[in-house]
């Protein structure tokens, strides 16, 4: 087994998380950012950039959508292929998970 060490943020890393087909690595963290990575070369490939520090996320079954929590109570959903914000939902209370 080969052990490869990633290193992308600026702050600490709040959860780290697979895809379900296991292909794609996602970390997010207190910088406001989610950073996505192969799984098997740890090669990063995309950063989602997100309102406040990051506190949970999710991938949808297909891996087509990126949903994450921030500190500060907004869900921003993203298009993972694109890598763009298609949707955001603010409860205006602090965001802790998904």
Request: aromatic share 10%; proline share 1%; charged share 20%.
């Amino acid at each position: 087994m080969k052990f490869t060490a990633i290193s992308s943020h600026t702050s600490p890393v709040t959860l780290i998380k697979l895809n379900h087909d296991g292909d794609l690595l996602f970390s997010a963290s207190n910088d406001k950012n989610v950073a996505m990575y192969y799984s098997i070369s740890g090669e990063k490939i995309g950063t989602f950039r997100c309102m406040a520090a990051v506190k949970g996320i999710d991938i949808s079954q297909d891996s087509k959508y990126l949903i994450s929590c921030t500190a500060i109570g907004h869900y921003e959903l993203w298009n993972i292929e694109g890598g763009k914000k298609v949707g955001i939902c603010s409860t205006g209370r602090r965001g802790k998970y998904i």
